[in-house]
Nanobody, 120 residues
């Protein structure tokens, strides 16, 4: 049974930083891509960032490029999202997700989400 457990959310002010973590279990973590999505109130869930199984390849939505970084520790089965220069529009529930495909990510596994609130 695959489990993804996020942590690190909270309430911060604009310009602050926050780091999210996601620990995976029951999953061949190092083989597969991982990603972070987010969902703001009244909006669809959107892709934020992804990282390949090796950690060498990353992708980001344009709105977070230069501010967010994604990384992973395949020994600890953990993926991270470092968020700097946070803006009120970054307020959302952030979800960790894992793929069961190495070639075409399918984001089959999801965590419960962690709330990030950025005040102006």
């Amino acid at each position: 049974q695959v489990q993804l457990v996020e942590s690190g959310g909270g309430l911060v002010q604009a310009g602050d930083s926050l780091s999210l973590s996601c620990v995976a279990s029951g999953y061949a973590f190092s083989m597969y891509p991982m990603a972070w999505f987010r969902q703001a109130p009244g909006k669809d869930r959107e892709f934020v960032a992804s990282i390949s199984g090796s950690g060498y390849a990353t992708q980001f939505i344009d709105s977070v490029k230069g501010r967010f970084t994604i990384s992973r520790d395949n020994v600890k089965n953990t993926v991270y999202l470092q968020m700097n220069s946070l803006k009120p529009e970054d307020t959302a529930i952030y979800y960790c997700t894992g793929s069961s495909s190495r070639v075409a990510p399918n984001w089959n596994y999801w965590g419960q989400g962690t709330q990030v609130t950025v005040s102006s």
